[in-house]
Nanobody
């Protein structure tokens, strides 16, 4: 069993900041890739940022220079620091983790989602 629990969402003004976190727990041997996705009202879910266990990162063009993804491998936790927020950043943010369970099987799970709302 693997669970991803997200926190840190909320309301921010344009130009403000929020920090999201997502902790993976359960029978985990290792976590390889962790990432963040978001879904705005009436739109499909899109990639925001991902990071590997080795520290490599990639970002959607729309958030480059404003968002920073990081992780604590010891805690199996991924973070998303969101600065210079814009109203178009509004949406439900979901974390994702891809790894190996203690029984040797691969897992890929989603967090429950956390609402981010940016006002103008």
């Amino acid at each position: 069993q693997v669970q991803l629990v997200e926190s840190g969402g909320g309301l921010a003004q344009a130009g403000g900041s929020l920090r999201l976190s997502c902790a993976a727990s359960g029978s985990i041997l290792r976590v390889n890739v962790m990432g963040w996705y978001r879904q705005a009202s009436g739109k499909q879910r899109e990639l925001v940022a991902t990071t590997t266990s080795g520290g490599s990162t990639n970002y959607a063009d729309s958030v480059k220079g404003r968002f920073t993804i990081s992780r604590d491998n010891a805690k199996n936790t991924v973070y998303l620091q969101m600065d210079s927020l814009k109203p178009e950043d509004t949406g439900v943010y979901y974390c994702n983790a891809d790894g190996i369970m203690s029984n040797g099987l691969r897992f890929k799970y989603w967090g429950q989602g956390t609402q981010v709302t940016v006002s103008s």
